[in-house]
């Protein structure tokens, strides 16, 4: 081989090997682009397709009363009320952005720029003076993650960033954000903060005030106004220039937002809820009306529209405060229902909620004594052949039943009994257990039971004699609601605290459809409403409370050895109220009479504005002067005269046959004016 032709073999040799190794490594280039192209197309597909995990943002649901008024607050921690973005100020949003995530918009997620200029800072300080998380970061980490310092939750961080952003716009990570941050004192979201800090919501917040809010998430308890305000100053002047710096604002808006004074609410103080009671119990209706927990009720937004009138309500807890005053061991119940719809009043279900959180006039079955005779009575008017003027002996007596394998015997109170005919008026007045015991064994136990079933009381019911006399318990709102149906002339509605519900859209989700149902023949009901008025007169029960009522009302009193009860009603309110000891302890004989007066003053003090009003006799009603020793037809010979009520039909024809004589005039069903003893007795419940 010639020498110069040896000489260049390596030389060319070599130069084989770089153009092959140039191809190979421009191959390998080429295919590492590609790769990575693909990747990142894949990336982007991938991440596109992703959906953000449904995380439901807890807001505030609010009880609002029958006028409106907020009653309480549902948060479970966390005060927030969901608003869109065009409902929270500009100044606001661009200040969040200003000191949180000044490159929002032109990013994707995950910011490098700003990666790279905090870890600058960071390294030339040699602390950590900067962050690098954007504002999509901080939303992924709120919402998905922990706050934990380690590079699993810094890379979950920011995975999640990029499918949000992948699946959002910028303005709905801004309306997410800023409805998901922390401004302290248990206020989230910028409506909560802008409402609890200035009063106001937050489309209305100004330059100012927005600087100040955009500057509290960084350090909720160190900027706060309320705990630092040299700290949240120097925040919000902060923000104020980084606006004007970045051209958001001008420098001369920026120098006037400075100065400007900020007029912040008082800082937040625990209050007690209103009608705490009445609140627990709409809590448990809602929640099983919309089928969710009590939990999602209180942060999923909801407005609850309640029945509750708030001046019955404050009238309720005055009297019973008052009432109670000299009675510190006594506990109480009352509620009140309307019996023209059913719904739910007022409601005390304890004298101190803050100390015992047990709803007595709901939860608590108590025996209601000789306020569940005239359930006993309403069913005996249906029975044929009795009658408000049937009579039974007030003496002791022996009742035998079980097939006569036991025998009951009841005792009037103080064993006092009047050893002679008696009929439902003064059976009713002076509660004489004999009547009662003597009427339920007429007519059955059982229909005695169904009737209290008709009238919606669904706790057990022993069929035994003693039922007259209320030996089965029973709650508070039961006896009301029963209660409440014989006002309404036997029409009965089921007792209702939630008039409406709607979600955090405002979509109305619930409403109640108050529907009344028949289960008490009207004249019989009425004719009930007569006889129990007389519980205020002379001689009866409720005598002592007769001069704090200036209205008709119907009430029957009940007394136990451990529960004093008063349940009655006017035309426009029904009321339950119990006393007594949660224990069972024995009342004294001053605790015996704390219902009844309790009753009278709520009563008369909640309806002051409400014209006194005769209760209305239906078509089907006769009344007719009796003979009360008698109880047959009273003639103008009888010294003792009393106009009575029946079902058309059921009243005497005979005349006394004692006194003799012509019988009085019978002012009938179809007559157009009733008795003057109507006004007489409107006239003496107008004086006391």
Same mark, same amino acid.
Not at 415 to 441: C, F, G, M, P, Q
């Given at each position: 081989m010639p020498k110069d032709v040896s000489s260049r073999l390596p030389q060319q040799l070599s130069r084989r090997h770089r153009q092959a190794a140039g191809k190979f490594f421009a191959s390998l280039a080429g295919s590492g682009?590609?790769?990575?192209?693909?990747?990142?197309?894949?990336?982007?597909?991938?991440?596109h397709m992703q959906v953000p995990p449904a995380v439901p943002m807890p807001q505030t649901s609010f009880i609002l009363d029958a006028e409106?008024?907020?009653?309480? !607050?549902?948060? /479970?921690?966390?005060?927030?009320?969901?608003?869109?973005?065009?409902?929270? $100020? @500009? &100044? %606001?949003?661009?200040?969040?952005?200003?000191?949180?995530?000044?490159?929002?918009?032109?990013?994707?997620?995950?910011?490098?720029?700003?990666?790279?200029?905090?870890?600058?800072v960071n390294l030339r300080a040699m602390s950590r003076e900067q962050g690098a998380s954007t504002l999509t970061q901080q939303l992924a980490r709120n919402l998905y993650l922990t706050h934990d310092r380690t590079w699993s939750r810094k890379l979950k961080e920011a995975f999640y960033a990029l499918v949000l952003e992948s699946a959002l716009?910028?303005?709905?990570?801004?309306?997410?954000?800023?409805?998901?941050?922390?401004?302290?004192?248990?206020?989230?979201?910028?409506?909560?903060?802008?409402?609890?800090?200035?009063?106001?919501?937050?489309?209305?917040?100004?330059? !100012?005030?927005? /600087?100040?809010?955009?500057?509290?998430?960084?350090?909720?308890?160190?900027? $706060? @106004? &309320? %705990?630092?305000?040299?700290?949240?100053?120097?925040?919000?002047?902060?923000?104020?220039?980084?606006?004007?710096e970045y051209g958001v604002i001008t420098p001369a808006e920026a120098e006037s937002a400075k100065r400007a004074p900020l007029v912040l609410q008082p800082p937040p103080k625990p209050q007690p809820a209103r009608a705490p009671y009445f609140r627990d119990f709409v809590v448990r209706q809602a929640a099983a009306v919309l089928g969710v927990t009590e939990r999602e009720l209180a942060t999923g937004g909801y407005r609850i529209y309640t029945t509750l009138d708030p001046r019955s309500q404050e009238t309720a807890e005055r009297v019973v405060a008052r009432r109670l005053a000299d009675f510190p061991d006594l506990q109480v119940a009352l509620i009140a229902i309307d019996p023209r719809n059913g719904e739910i009043r007022a409601m005390v279900g304890g004298r101190d909620y803050t100390e015992s959180q047990f709803n007595r006039a709901v939860s608590a079955g108590r025996q209601p004594g000789s306020a569940f005779k005239p359930i006993v009575y309403l069913a005996a008017l249906e029975h044929p052949g009795f009658t408000p003027a049937t009579r039974f002996r007030s003496e002791p007596t022996s009742f035998s039943y079980d097939?006569?394998?036991?025998?009951?015997?009841?005792?009037?109170?103080?064993?006092?009994?009047?050893?002679?005919?008696?009929?439902?008026?003064?059976?009713?007045?002076?509660?004489?257990?004999?009547?009662?015991?003597?009427?339920?064994?007429?007519?059955?136990?059982?229909?005695?039971?169904?009737?209290?079933?008709?009238l919606g009381i669904t706790s057990p019911l022993d069929a035994v004699p003693s039922l007259a006399l209320g030996t089965s318990p029973v709650s508070p709102l039961e006896l009301a609601s029963a209660f409440a149906t014989i006002a309404n002339l036997g029409e009965r509605f089921e007792p209702a605290a939630v008039r409406r519900i709607e979600g955090p859209d405002g979509r109305v989700l619930y409403v109640r459809a108050a529907k009344p149902e028949r289960v008490v023949a009207p004249e019989t009901a009425y004719v009930l409403t007569y006889e129990l008025q007389g519980v205020f007169e002379p001689g009866a029960t409720g005598h002592r409370v007769a001069q704090l009522l200036k209205r008709p009302v119907a009430a029957k009193t009940g007394t136990t050895d451990t529960d004093a009860w008063m349940v009655g009603f006017t035309p426009e309110l029904a009321t339950a109220v119990w006393v007594g000891h949660d224990r069972g302890r024995r009342l004294?004989?001053?605790?015996?009479?704390?219902?009844?007066?309790?009753?009278?003053?709520?009563?008369?003090?909640?309806?002051?504005?409400?014209?006194?009003?005769?209760?209305?006799?239906?078509?089907?009603?006769?009344?007719?002067?009796?003979?009360?020793?008698?109880?047959?037809?009273?003639?103008?010979?009888?010294?003792d005269v009393r106009l009575e009520a029946f079902v058309a039909g059921t009243a005497p024809i005979e005349p006394c046959p004692v006194h003799g004589g012509q019988p009085h005039a019978l002012p009938g069903p179809d007559a157009k004016e009733r008795p003057k003893s109507w006004w007489d007795s409107l006239k003496r419940w107008w004086t006391g």
């Open positions: 682009a590609l790769l990575a192209g693909v990747s990142l197309v894949a990336l982007f597909f991938f991440l409106g008024g907020v009653l309480d !607050a549902l948060d /479970a921690g966390e005060n927030r009320t969901v608003v869109p973005l065009s409902d929270i $100020s @500009p &100044y %606001l949003v661009q200040a969040t952005v200003a000191i949180e995530d000044r490159r929002f918009f032109e990013h994707h997620g995950i910011d490098p720029k700003g990666i790279a200029r905090a870890l600058f716009t910028k303005e709905q990570i801004l309306e997410y954000y800023l409805n998901e941050i922390y401004y302290g004192h248990g206020a989230y979201g910028a409506e909560a903060a802008a409402r609890l800090y200035f009063g106001k919501s937050a489309k209305k917040l100004t330059l !100012a005030e927005s /600087a100040l809010l955009a500057g509290i998430p960084k350090g909720p308890a160190y900027y $706060s @106004p &309320y %705990l630092n305000m040299d700290n949240a100053k120097s925040r919000q002047r902060l923000i104020l220039d980084k606006m004007a097939d006569g394998r036991q025998v009951y015997i009841p005792r009037n109170f103080n064993n006092h009994y009047e050893h002679d005919w008696i009929a439902l008026r003064e059976a009713i007045a002076k509660s004489d257990n004999v009547y009662a015991v003597s009427t339920i064994r007429l007519i059955g136990e059982q229909t005695v039971v169904a009737m209290a079933r008709r004294t004989q001053a605790e015996s009479y704390a219902a009844a007066p309790i009753f009278a003053e709520f009563t008369e003090e909640t309806l002051a504005a409400v014209p006194p009003k005769m209760f209305r006799a239906p078509e089907r009603v006769q009344f007719v002067y009796i003979d009360p020793k008698t109880g047959a037809l009273a003639t103008d010979r009888c010294p």
